[in-house]
């Protein structure tokens, strides 16, 4: 019987046959495909023939459909829908996949053909899109080591094998710290919580098999908590546990592994030439070097600790005025904001979320699409990995674009967070490819499901990284969609979130969940009011871990990485109600891979030029101006990493910007 990871897909739109597969196919068909992926690098790497493009470059974007397959499938489902099969799994193949592509950069033949490619670039006549990639595969050969010899070159290989391994460790430790911990809540226990925050608990519950209401490490289900249980004392527990994770001793704690891992980068830039692994890392980036990373955070730090230290001292009184004494606490923060967010603002969570039903904000985010780039979103039934997962056909002019799975709910086996990635990109090389991009939240279930403004925030942002995906129009895979620098990849995401604030989009899609009706024009002016209400806290918690990021990767691999986590801290000055929004024990971002790591500033970086981006349509007078979403897709959303992304952003725009238009968005533009 032929492995159904294997096989060729006759399913619709080439989608995974999930229900034929299960988890005795992986480790047999990764070896099969590794086998026939090293067969196809091999005969690269022998061609007889003189190197060409189409013989060197051009052979190495030709995907291998073996391998394609068995890792679109595995790595779905072992982020959003783990069990201890496939936490097996992944910890065999992160050693054996890095091996395999770490001796693939490490074949000193295949690296000699690229190279005498890359040499008679001038000569060759290629295309502007060509050069890109001829640039980007010689670039990635040389970093990832490809130039080394002998015992450098053997360190290197062990290095890369070493981190894959540990950042698969830091991963799942931290999913089962997060999956492992949860609160028991009695019916008293309750009291304060609204409606919805209660139905979480219960549903939760449920799931946990617990005998009542439980408070889980789901930020769908502890931010609530924070914000609405009077209880201090059970606020205190459930933020020590949240704040705790990968930190709690034992086999899952990933404190010595950050360590390690730290120890591993800097080693690695310095065989390949760097004085420390943040010089390496932002060589590829739009900002380049440390010193303009660093000049960015402290430019928004700076307004934004004082905004915060001001905010605290308001929601310290407020506390005092509850019979309080002593510090305001970071277990308090969330509660006394919400209080004054309800007086200030006349606003609170539990009036807004009945308006923010997860289905209507699903056509929203769909609506806007078709307004701006005319897409078009039809429901699918096909088998996926998981019931809760759902499909779409878009189109274009009645023309098939992109398949988009959505998987929303939060559950056990999903790590924690949301991400959008392609089960395949879009691609013209070889052959034709649509994209399948699948979006991952973890909301609370409910009927119906209701958001959290953040939450809506989050589907509208992971949604704008899939247009990303599904409106790439670029001939190499290896350029695709998202296949950009680090700090411009967020630009499509977090520009996309500020449609969600268009009032007409509110009017339309934010219904009550037992009514229907629309949200009241004196809500929807309260709620735009608020926009930027706590943004200090929001800045500052972003800000001081992305400074910390940084400061662990631009100097000396810290031997006590939660030593140097403290020292960054204390010197700028971090307001004590306030607790870094990831730190290192669970800073997965930096730590569970290679992605963000002396990169999680790109975020903020990205947002300088989305505040900017978005003000070009309010410049036009309207939010779907046809003129400016027509620049906005043939020069950003559908050219992938085929161009520079400052040459991009500059032909979008007219030139690059400043940080002035973020800070005002945020609320902490002086006067």
Known sequence: MTNPLLADWSTPFGLAPFSEISDDDFAPALDAALSAHKAQIDAIADNPDAPTFANVVEALETPCQPLEQVLSVFF?????????????????????LAAHFSAITANKSLYARVKSVWDQRESLNLSDEQQRVLMLTHRGFVRGGAALEGAEDTRMQEIKSRL??????????????????????SEEDLEGLPDFAVAAARAAGEEKAAKGPVVTLSRSIITPFLQFSPRRDLRKTAFAAWGARGA????????????????????????????TFAQYKLETEMAQTPEAVRGLLMDVWTPAKAQADADAEVLTQMM?????????EPWDWRYYSEKRRAVEHDLDEAELKPYLQLDRMIEASFDCA????????????VALYHPDCRAWEVTRGGKHVAV????????????????CSAMRSQAKFPDVQSPIVINVCNFAKGSPALLSWDDARTLFHEFGHALHQMLSNVTYDSISGTSVARDFVELPSQLYEHWMEVPEVLQTFATHAETGAPMPDDLLQRVLGAATYDMGFQTVEYVASALVDLAFHDGPAPTDPMAK???????????PAIIMRHATPHFAHVFSGDGYSSGYYSYMWSEVMDADAFAAFEEAGDAFDPDRAKALEQHILSTGGSVDPKVLYTNFRGRLPGVEALLKGRGLAAG
Do not use: C, H
């Open 248 to 275: 709690n001793g034992g086999e899952t704690d990933n404190r010595a592994i950050a360590a390690e891992i730290l120890s591993l980068r800097e080693e690695r830039s310095k065989l390949l030439g760097y004085e």
């Open 164 to 185: 894959a391994t540990l950042g698969t460790n830091f991963t799942q430790n931290l999913l089962a710290d997060e999956r492992e911990w949860f609160m028991e809540l």
């Open 404 to 419: 988009f799975i959505g998987d929303y709910f939060a559950r056990g086996s999903k790590r924690s967070g949301a991400w």
């Open 565 to 575: 986590q403290a020292e960054v801290l204390e010197e700028i000055g971090m307001p």
């Open 370 to 381: 078709t307004r701006l780039f005319g897409l078009e979103f039809k429901p699918l039934d």
């Open 320 to 328: 005092q005025a509850d019979g309080i004494n002593g510090p305001l």
């Open 76 to 96: 779905s489902v072992a982020g959003a829908d783990s069990n201890p099969a496939r936490e097996a799994l992944q910890r065999d193949f992160s050693p054996m």
